[in-house]
Each structure stands twice: as structure tokens, then as C-alpha cells.
């Protein structure tokens, strides 16, 4: 069998860093395949999933590899306190592009438009799979599976489909572009097949994404607020459509 280190250095250029354990075990629910995993602490990560995650306590006891702190920090940019890491292959472009495009849908495609911060694109994947989101696609120069975005996202990019695309490309469905001259969100019913729109905090939406969406749509806020962090933003519109099937 391939020793494990010479696995991830062979895979590391071009697989998916799961920095940490809850990335690791939301990648094993949601399908990834995980070539290597390592621990500073074999017994306290099963512990662990013993305590929180039963159901991949057992292809964690397979997959584990326990190596010495300083291994382990060599390993990856920035060590996570439970001293877990793995690599995943990550999911086909095709794969995903079918899944955003296919039709009709049960529930939105979130779009995140020209996003600069690596963490807040993180958890708004992280709330999308949440609310069970087709997908989170974004636009511009930030890749949603920078190992930033990744662990800020919690593993979570495996329960949904995540890619960037220009504006051009967006998937099909009805475009809701939040705005805040935009008219009051709380009047409209966002339908399953909706694409929702969010500009970055500091800029808005882009020219490009302004001209293509078919409403503008506004979050409530008191006067002289200036805006809300963008995960809020989708938190606050994913969760006013979800409350059309409650």
C-alpha cells in the first residue's frame, strides 16, 4: 500500500484541502471521494466523531493516518485546532454545470456577484447547502474552492454544486438581483427555479449582472444602515423563500 505523506504529496496540486474535522466529515456525508486523511490524534478524532458525527465514525477508522504535530504542520498553510486534514478529489465541472443547468428546479441557485472576501463566500456556501441550494456560483477573479473558501464553507461544497461562471453563463430561471433600490423583498414570492443575485458589500452588483436581472428586489433595513454582511443577505433571502413550502 502507498504510504499515506507520499498519497498527499501526490495529490495535493491538484485535490481539495478538507482542513479540519468538520470539513472532513461533511465531505464523507456528501460523497467525497477522500483519498488520505491525517490526525495528530488518531483515538481523540474518532472520539470525537464517536461524539458528533456517528455515521462516519467507522470510513474515518479506516481512513485515518496519525502522524507526528510537526508532520502535520508541514502539510498544510495554516493548522486547524482539531489537528485533522485531508485531500478530496473535487467534483467535476460537467458534473456540476449539469446540475445547475438542469430543469425544473427544486430550490435556488445562489450567484454571488464579483465576491472579494475568501471567508464570506465560505459561509454563504456553507448556508446554501444548508437550505439544501441547487448550487453557489460565483463571478469575477475569487475561486469558490480556494482552501480559504473551503474551510469557511466547512466541507459543505460537496452537499451542493459550486462554480464560476461569467454573468453570460448563468444558469436558466428567473433573475432576482438584490438591490437596495430594489423593491421590498417581503412582497414577493421567490419561486424554486429563482437565480438570487448578491453584489459585493463594498460595490454592489456589477453593471453586467444589474443589466441582465429580471427584478431587483431590496432586504428591509433601518434607515442609515448602510448594508448587511453579504452571508447574512442570503441567510435572510434563502430563508424568505424557503418559508414558501412551510
Known sequence: MTDPLNRW???AGDAV???????????????AEVPV???TDREATLALAGELAGDVRDPLDALLTEVPQ???ASLVPRPHPTGVAALAVRPSREANLKALAHLPRTAPVVV????RNLGNAGAVIRLAAGFGATGVVTTGTLDPWHPTVV??????????AVERLGVEELP??????????GEDIRRVELPDDAVLAFGSERSGLSAPLRARADR???LPMRPQVSSYNLATSVAMTLYHWSLRAA
Open 9 to 11: 504529496r501526490e495529490r
Open 17 to 31: 484541502l478538507l482542513d479540519g474535522f468538520h470539513a472532513l466529515k461533511h465531505a464523507l456525508r456528501f460523497g
Open 37 to 39: 486523511a491525517v490526525t
Open 70 to 72: 510537526a508532520v502535520y
Open 112 to 115: 454571488l456577484d464579483e465576491p
Open 151 to 160: 474551510r469557511g464553507g466547512a466541507g459543505l461544497h460537496f452537499a451542493t
Open 172 to 181: 436558466a430561471g428567473p433573475l432576482f438581483a438584490l438591490d437596495p433600490e
Open 216 to 218: 431587483l428586489l431590496a
